[in-house]
C-alpha cells in the first residue's frame, strides 16, 4: 500500500524518537522485499541495481547501459509491490534519463502504488572527466536535485543519496525528507567494492554532509549508506559516534551478504552428509 509523505515522516519521527534506528533496505527481488518488512524494515527501495545485484553482479551494473533504468524500477513493481504489506516502498530514479518527461514518469509511479523516490541510478558515483562531461551536456546531478524537488512538490516522500556537502545543502534546499550520506559501495562479501574508505573517513564525511543539510534545514533527517558501513556490528559502532545521523540503509548489506552466506552454508551443510 502505499503512503503520503507525512504518514512517512510520522513512522520515521516515532522510531527516533523512541531511540531506534531508521533502517531502510534496498530489495532486488520480491522474497528481499518480503522478509525485509517481515524484519521490521522502515523503508524499501527498489532500483535497477538491486536486480543485477542479486544476479550476481556488481552493482555498478547499475550505471552502465545493460538496461533502461527507469523501465526496470517499473517492471520490479509488479514483484514488489504486491507483497509488502504495511512499508512504504520508494522508487529508484534516474534523473538524468534525457527520454523521460519527468513529471509524467514521477505521476506514472505514484499511481503504480510507489511512495517516494531516491536517485539512482546517480552521477555521485562518477568522477573524473567521464563526470565533468556529464555534467557540461546537461545529464549531471543537477538534473537529480530536480527530479527530487519536483517530486517533493508532488507529495512523494525523498530520500536522496548525497556524496558531498554542496550536494546535501541542495537537497535540503529542495525539500529532501531524508539525505541518505553515501560513502561508496558497500566493501563485504564477493562482488564488494575492492576500495573504500575506513570507518574513521567514511564517519567523518558521514558528519559533514549532515553538518551542511542541518545548516539548511536543522529538522532534516540523516542515514548513512555504503562503505564500511556493511554490518551490523560497524554501522552499530559508527551510529554511536554520529549525533544527528538517525540511521542506516543498506543494499548489499540487506539481501546480497545475508544470502551469499546462507546459500553457502546451507549447501555446505548438505555436502556433509554421508551415505548409509
Do not use: W
Not at 7 to 12: A, F, K, Y
Not at 53 to 64: D, I, N, P
Not at 79 to 90: A, F, G, M
Not at 174 to 181: K, N, T
Amino acid at each position: 500500500m502505499a503512503f503520503t509523505r507525512q504518514e512517512i515522516l510520522n513512522r520515521l519521527e516515532a522510531q527516533v524518537k523512541a531511540g531506534r534506528p531508521i533502517v531502510g533496505c534496498g530489495a532486488g527481488t520480491g522474497i528481499s522485499a518480503k522478509f525485509a518488512e517481515a524484519g521490521g524494515a522502515d523503508l524499501i527501495i527498489i532500483y535497477n541495481s538491486g536486480r543485477y545485484r542479486m544476479a550476481g553482479r556488481g552493482s555498478l551494473a547499475g550505471l552502465m547501459p545493460y538496461g533502461d533504468a527507469n523501465a526496470i524500477v517499473v517492471e520490479m513493481a509488479s514483484e514488489v509491490l504486491p507483497v509488502v504489506k504495511n512499508t512504504p516502498v520508494l522508487a529508484g530514479v534516474c534523473g538524468t534519463d534525457p527520454f523521460r518527461l519527468m513529471p509524467v514518469f514521477l505521476k506514472q509511479l505514484k499511481e503504480i502504488g510507489f511512495s517516494g523516490v531516491q536517485n539512482f541510478p546517480t552521477v555521485g558515483l562518477i568522477d573524473g572527466n567521464f563526470r565533468a562531461n556529464l555534467e557540461a551536456t546537461g545529464m549531471g546531478y543537477d538534473k537529480e536535485i530536480a527530479m527530487i524537488k519536483l517530486a517533493h512538490e508532488m507529495d512523494l516522500f525523498t530520500s536522496p543519496y548525497v556524496f558531498d556537502e554542496d550536494q546535501a545543502k541542495a537537497m535540503a534546499e529542495v525539500g529532501a525528507d531524508i539525505l541518505v550520506a553515501h560513502v561508496g559501495l558497500t566493501t563485504s562479501g564477493s562482488i564488494g567494492a575492492g576500495v573504500a574508505l575506513s570507518l574513521d573517513e567514511a564517519i567523518d564525511r558521514t558528519m559533514r554532509m549532515a553538518e551542511a543539510g542541518r545548516k539548511v534545514r536543522k529538522d532534516i533527517m540523516v542515514i548513512c549508506h555504503g562503505g564500511p558501513f556493511d554490518e551490523p556490528d560497524n554501522v552499530g559502532v559508527a551510529l554511536k559516534r554520529m549525533p544527528g545521523v538517525v540511521g542506516f540503509f543498506g543494499a548489499s548489506s540487506i539481501e546480497r551478504l545475508p544470502v551469499e552466506r546462507a546459500i553457502r552454508s546451507q549447501v555446505e551443510a548438505f555436502k556433509s552428509l554421508t551415505l548409509a
